[in-house]
């Protein structure tokens, strides 16, 4: 079974595209945390968690309701990551994770995929997207056979930075920057409520045709991204991005 989470398409590209190569089914994390289901998962293949890169990690969110979560049948666990540069340390914290689970834990990918955290960095036009995805692809196919074969991913060598970036960075990174506050919509909002749809945390809701933050976000950017009008500014660090959705979904 693959299992995604994704803000902007980047994961659900992935997880998508690994299905259709091991023919199996693919769930949206996205939408069992949105109806708040911790219905049981099974699978007589073994899970493939596709994933991006927050704070050099899994997101905090995938990690929680992972651990709500009972899994039946297979518990060989592969992890996914799609990331903007570097995946840094995180497989020493999903090893944990697995542990915990009781997970047979068959490797982690790194996939690099175009920035879409517009909040800080800066994001990709859609020439340059399409180009980045297309140059993905060829690792995604590779990751995708070694999982229909059973083999286990390797790991990678990790740098003193990567170790640094999973470790003190990561846990700065919540507690500084994930927070709502910044966002706002200008008055190109057309009150559509896409923004209130697509939020996997029902963090938003309209008040007076506009919407409005509450304190529980994790950053994933499907708001800021999927708005029909670019309505949507996160402070000023946002002005004059492109909004990022992949392009291939």
Same mark, same amino acid.
């Given at each position: 079974?693959?299992?995604?989470?994704?803000?902007?398409?980047?994961?659900?590209?992935?997880?998508?595209?690994?299905?259709?190569?091991?023919?199996?089914?693919?769930?949206?994390?996205?939408?069992?945390?949105?109806?708040?289901?911790?219905?049981?998962?099974?699978?007589?293949?073994?899970?493939?968690?596709?994933?991006?890169?927050?704070?050099?990690?899994?997101?905090?969110?995938?990690?929680?309701?992972?651990?709500?979560?009972?899994?039946?049948?297979?518990?060989?666990?592969?992890?996914?990551?799609?990331?903007?540069?570097?995946?840094?340390?995180?497989?020493?914290?999903?090893? *944990?994770?697995?542990?915990?689970?009781?997970?047979?834990?068959? =490797?982690?990918? /790194?996939? +690099?995929? #175009?920035?879409?955290? !517009?909040?800080?960095?800066?994001?990709?036009?859609?020439?340059?997207?399409?180009?980045?995805?297309?140059?993905?692809?060829?690792?995604?196919?590779?990751?995708?056979?070694?999982?229909?074969?059973?083999?286990?991913?390797?790991?990678?060598?990790?740098?003193?930075?990567?170790?640094?970036?999973?470790?003190?960075?990561?846990?700065?990174?919540?507690?500084?920057?994930?927070?709502?506050? *910044?966002?706002?919509?200008?008055?190109?909002?057309?009150?559509? =409520?896409?923004? /209130?749809? +697509?939020? #996997?945390?029902?963090? !938003?809701?309209?008040?007076?045709?506009?919407?409005?933050?509450?304190?529980?976000?994790?950053?994933?950017?499907?708001?800021?991204?999927?708005?029909?009008?670019?309505?949507?500014?996160?402070?000023?660090?946002?002005?004059?991005?492109?909004?990022?959705?992949?392009?291939?979904?």
């Amino acid at each position: 079974m693959i299992l995604y989470f994704s803000g902007t398409g980047n994961s659900a590209f992935v997880a998508k595209r690994i299905a259709s190569i091991v023919r199996d089914e693919v769930v949206s994390i996205n939408d069992r945390i949105r109806e708040h289901s911790h219905k049981k998962i099974v699978s007589e293949k073994p899970l493939v968690f596709a994933v991006p890169t927050y704070g050099w990690r899994i997101p905090r969110l995938v990690e929680e309701w992972i651990c709500k979560m009972t899994f039946e049948e297979n518990q060989k666990a592969y992890f996914v990551m799609t990331c903007g540069g570097d995946i840094g340390n995180a497989e020493k914290y999903i090893l *944990k994770l697995c542990e915990k689970k009781k997970f047979e834990f068959m =490797g982690c990918a /790194e996939i +690099v995929m #175009p920035e879409n955290y !517009i909040a800080m960095f800066p994001v990709p036009e859609e020439e340059e997207a399409i180009s980045i995805v297309k140059k993905a692809e060829p690792l995604i196919e590779e990751t995708a056979n070694a999982i229909s074969a059973g083999y286990r991913l390797p790991s990678k060598e990790v740098s003193s930075a990567g170790k640094i970036c999973s470790s003190v960075v990561n846990e700065l990174f919540y507690p500084l920057f994930v927070k709502a506050g *910044k966002f706002r919509a200008t008055d190109a909002c057309i009150s559509c =409520g896409k923004c /209130e749809k +697509v939020c #996997p945390l029902h963090n !938003i809701h309209l008040k007076n045709g506009k919407p409005v933050w509450k304190r529980k976000c994790t950053h994933c950017m499907a708001c800021i991204c999927d708005c029909p009008r670019e309505a949507i500014e996160y402070g000023k660090a946002s002005k004059g991005k492109p909004r990022y959705h992949c392009p291939e979904v």
